[in-house]
């Protein structure tokens, strides 16, 4: 089966812009998180949503937001884009449940100008 | 609070058995992970362990103790293709969600 998709996978914005990444998870599961992965921070949980509902939301500023649609597709967006915001930003889908292990999309490759 | 470590680099020779420690502290647990991901890679998943023991999955192996906060990652017959970083995890379920925290990364270099 098709593993996770996230698009675009590389990007370049300038300060100040507004960007939305795209993440469609494996067929089937419902749970789509999203981490930032940076050279001195590692992967940091941003959120995580299931059935269109966000659960969890990890400590980050208001200008990281994010959604999900009813075929769980989930998109997220980051607004007056900063330059400590260049990251890879990894989607990981699951089933769900605790105990299952999270596929991890190729990620978006962001850079900040 | 929550914190999660394991070591930055570690080096080894091809063939041999490396150990890749991880120490946690969390409130709420729902089992430690292990990933590995290769230079410009998404991470993918190696092991899980939610009850104290070690679990083998050919070549790797994964060790929990629950009362420790105490991980290791166990990779024997090292290989070069092995070289890459693995990433230590703990999973919560705080509200009903699903988070992974992971630790920095350890960056293991496999040399000749």
């Known amino acids: 089966k098709a593993g996770v998709t996230q698009t675009p996978r590389y990007l370049i914005k300038t300060r100040g812009q507004q960007v939305t990444l795209s993440c469609s998870p494996i067929s089937g599961h419902r749970s789509v998180s999203w981490y930032q992965q940076t050279p001195g921070q590692g992967l940091q949980f941003l959120f995580e949503?299931?059935?269109?509902?966000?659960?969890n939301k990890g400590n980050f500023p208001g200008r990281f937001s994010g959604r999900q649609f009813s075929n769980s597709r989930s998109e997220m967006n980051v607004s007056t884009l900063e330059l400590g915001d260049s990251a890879l930003y990894l989607c990981?889908?699951?089933?769900?449940?605790?105990?299952?292990?999270?596929?991890f999309g190729q990620g978006t490759r962001l850079t900040v100008v | 609070g929550q914190n999660i470590d394991q070591p930055t680099e570690m080096t080894a020779t091809e063939g041999a058995i490396v150990q890749i420690n991880c120490t946690y502290q969390t409130s709420g647990f729902n089992g430690l992970f292990w990933y590995q991901q290769h230079a410009g890679e998404a991470p993918t998943f190696l092991s899980y362990?939610?009850?104290?023991g070690l679990e083998e999955k050919g070549r790797f192996s994964s060790f929990l103790s629950r009362s420790k906060g105490y991980s290791y990652l166990l990779l024997k017959e090292l290989q070069m293709k092995d070289s890459a970083s693995y990433l230590c995890a703990f999973g919560n379920s705080g509200a009903g969600s699903y988070q992974l925290t992971f630790g920095k990364g350890t960056k293991l270099s496999v040399i000749p």
């Open positions: 362990n939610v009850l104290d």
């Open positions: 949503y299931f059935s269109e509902t966000q659960r």
């Open positions: 990981a889908s699951t089933l769900g449940g605790s105990n299952t292990e999270a596929f």
